[in-house]
């Protein structure tokens, strides 16, 4: 039952895993955890940090939701969601400050407010609370990898244009002019929105694709 | 075989060949004297910038509609005014490359994303400044004087930047020519930073000196006034910009005359005629209501005096029509002229017929006042 690719067969685990990163992902197609993808991407690291955190904050979570859905009664359920993800939001608070202050300054309120993102909220309520542990922790996972593709497909873009490097390596050299409304709020809803115009070119050539495909 | 000598038909009756492409036309030809008094005063760099600016956009037009997800065609000429218009308000050594990207902004989030000609929410030319003036701050609000010698041979260094690089600076540039950097400034920049105010009649001709404004505000009130006589442009919206601004600026110059410069220098010293006469009154982005076009023009007025006077851009007239833009569909909704026949809205005239259209009916009157007639069964 539980199966991996390359090992002959491709199962349910897989699929919940890639849900996440592809098919529907957090950012550009449930667009979900907003405030987070516009107001830390100025740089691709910064996106970085952000994803992995709230990655290990949803697969963690996700897990002990999953663990748990029989015991948590129905009433308070929500309420009880948060104290877990709040559990685990504390634990990356602090490893994150244990590891770099400067990361931790530069993201500042966000990674508390990690609580309050409704991405990982919702998995809690729609995929954890209905799964056995081992597929929530995975969907989870996948989810919060998507996410922080997402992100750093958003940062990335913002760093070169904002400042002209990535990941702090110069790629214009000295002269580079940037691009300052990149590096402020706008410049996040600018490259979101381009990046979702690339999706859906995407996805209307593929069903045109698919209708042509099926008409011949 | 004989023609009849009175054609019967309904609505509308208009015989002129009033289309889109030809009011259209006629912007462009307008603008053609502005465009090359511009040249004449700033040289080959103006001539490359309008060039560069007119052509992205058209470019991007062509990308658009060919794709299919835009209305309009590019012989409607509209794409050609959002650029002409776009490098008359950008200064004249701006990088040609990003005059492109203004251009490319210009018709992609200013036109493009709501649907092509006729659905966009706010003036295209405008949207591309704006997104320009947040991206490169330094650089659209470094001026060079007008009437160098050598123009039309030499490139200001600033406007021939490779891609992506920083743009040469012409503070350096200037000093070689023996000019200060003061001769590099707007008269709106001078009298905010500096208490400098210039005199009447280099404000309205810009020809002597080397003064660093745009346009000619004589020569854009001229070729405005004839779209106007041609009604290819409704008068109500620039007058009612320039009356609102002037009544604004001559209060506040009446209150405080050592603070606030007089209406005069207000009026022409920016680019408030060039927007108050041709992007204001873009017709897709105002009211089309009469009284709707007096609110908008009032407004836009206001607003520019205020920005000019109390924040920290010397300039205010790009924000005051965007905002303009963004307020006209209410407008048009609070000013809709009285249907004939009928009373004012809310209350129904007593020995009005029964039969209300249901567009008229709205929320106002029940609507079992369409049933009343209704045969029984």
Redesign the interface.
Known sequence: MNSFPGTGYEGKNWTEFMEGIWERNPVFVMVLGMCPTLAVTVSAINSISMGLATTFVMAASCWLVSLLRHQIPKEVRIATYIVIIATFVTVVDYAIQAISLDMYEALGAYIQLIVANCLVLGRAEAHAARNAPLPAALNGLGMGLGFTLGLVMIGGVREILGAGTLLGFSLFGANFQPWVVMVLPPGGFFVMGGWLLVFALVRARRERAAVAAQET | MSTPLIEIRSAPHVKAPRTVEMIMRHVVWSLLPICAFYVVQYGISALASIVVVTATCLLTEKFFIRTGTQSGQLTDYSAAITGLLLALTLPPGF?LW?GAVAGLVAIV?GKA?FGGIGHNLFNPALVGRA?VQ????T?IATYTPSFLTGRFTEFIPSSV??P????ADTVVWMQSKQLDALAGATPLAKWKFDGVMANAVELLTSLSGHMAVGPAPALVLLCGLYLALRRFMDWRIPVAILGSAALTAWLLYAVDSTRYPNPFFMLFSGGLILGAVYMATDMVTSPVTPRGMWVYGALIGLLTVVIRYYSGLPEGVMYAILLGNAASPLIERITQPLTFGRGAPGRSREGTPGYVSRTDADAAIPKKRFLRNKPKK
């Open positions: 990088p990003m989030l994303i997104f947040a991206a490169f701050p650089s930047a490779w992506l690089m920083i743009p």
